[in-house]
């Protein structure tokens, strides 16, 4: 379906006001509103999917009508406490339209950390008293309006509706295109902190970030026994690293993070500062981008993370934007045992062979607490 025929549909029953988090899975719609909206009032990106149902519920508070929130359903979970808690009819009845991107959907082959969200999706959101409709290429325009129809009642009654979205059910033919003017890419970083981390032990987020760090040590002929890669749960690997360098306090700890994925749960900052791990090494590569998800913009250009990083406690922090900058600050955290933030300013650019991990989470996790046995 085109998807200018879907969201006019999708007019017929809401406002025209949408919030989301990015999804491959519903690139076609990211584009579609990214080109026709940017980032304004009426198209905001969220920090996690939660937020997206609490601005949700701002925008039918103060004006009335229904708004949409768009979401991969790998983020079902962040929207369950406002949901259930707020949203719900027996709460404050507050109407919503979720758009989720259906990854690992019986049948179809995907990543890991997709396949168990995929098996639970439908009966999750049903569970917590959200009706859906899946939408396919098969699903015409008038199919569509007679779920519509159905759906307004639902909605007029202070409940929750979503459309579960297929891979290929929307077409679009504009392009996002996403750019900065950092020079610096995002796997060179991965290789210099690699170079300079040795044998501690590294935790990296997911999309990209992990794949790279498991191709940088395939071709240096590496163990991957260092590294955690987080394939899923996007937003926490830095809460993984906290928990991993309070119990091995000699053995450092590289958090290799995305800005999208440290926007995500900015809270734990405040936890890990607060805490003041001496081993742990935070580095945030900040490219301003969802860029695993097709690039579409986060804040992280128009906020300053080295200030939240010292007003939450780190208590040694820089910026750096080249290689020779970089290495300075590696080395530094090296040599110090201060709980030590690193943001590091890169392109959104990525190799178009870039492959994914060739051992399974089971043999990641296995290997890796065999390695955190030896450490101190």
Not at 5 to 33: A, H, M, V, W
Not at 41 to 58: F, M, P, T, V
Not at 169 to 194: M, P, W
Request: aromatic fraction near 8%; glycine fraction near 10%.
């Amino acid at each position: 379906m085109l998807i200018e025929t879907f969201t006019k549909l999708l007019r017929e029953i809401s406002g025209e006001c949408s919030f989301g988090i990015p999804d491959s899975q519903l690139k076609s719609l990211c584009n579609y509103l990214m080109n026709e909206y940017g980032i304004s009032q009426k198209h905001i990106i969220a920090a996690n999917e939660g937020s997206c149902a609490a601005l949700a519920a701002g925008y039918y508070l103060s004006t009335g009508k229904v708004p949409v929130v768009y979401l991969q359903n790998s983020g079902i979970g962040n929207i369950v406490n406002p949901v259930v808690s707020l949203l719900n009819d027996k709460v404050y009845g507050i109407p919503c339209v979720f758009i989720i991107g259906w990854r690992g959907e019986p049948g179809t082959k995907d990543e890991p950390q997709h396949v168990f969200q995929g098996e639970i999706t439908l009966k999750l959101l049903e569970y917590i008293g959200i009706k859906t409709e899946v939408v396919s290429e098969k699903t015409t325009k008038d199919e569509l309006f007679q779920k519509l129809k159905e759906f307004k009642l639902l909605l007029n009654s202070g409940k929750s509706i979503a459309f579960v979205v297929r891979k290929g059910a929307l077409e679009y033919a504009g392009k996002g295109k996403y750019a900065n003017k950092n020079t610096l890419s995002r796997e060179d970083v991965i290789k210099q902190i690699v170079a300079v981390s040795g044998e501690g032990v590294v935790v990296s987020t997911t999309g990209k970030t992990s794949r790279e760090l498991f191709e940088i040590r395939q071709a240096n002929k590496q163990s991957h026994k260092y590294d955690f890669l987080t394939v899923g749960s996007m937003g926490h690997s830095s809460s993984i690293g906290f928990g991993i360098a309070i119990n091995k306090p000699n053995t450092k700890i590289w958090c290799i993070d995305g800005d999208g994925a440290a926007l995500m749960h900015l809270g734990a900052m405040a936890i890990i500062g607060a805490n003041k791990p001496k081993n742990l090494i935070h580095i945030v590569i900040n490219n301003g981008a969802h860029e695993t998800v097709g690039g579409m913009p986060t804040v992280a250009e128009k906020i300053d993370f080295i200030q939240i990083a010292s007003g939450c406690g780190y208590q040694q922090t820089c910026k750096v934007d080249n290689l020779e900058g970089l290495e300075k600050a590696l080395q530094k955290a090296v040599n110090t045992n201060l709980l030590t933030f690193i943001e590091v300013k890169s392109s959104i650019v990525s190799r178009p062979d870039l492959g994914r991990p060739t051992t399974t989470p089971k043999e990641n996790i296995k290997n890796f607490m065999n390695y955190l046995k030896e450490c101190r």
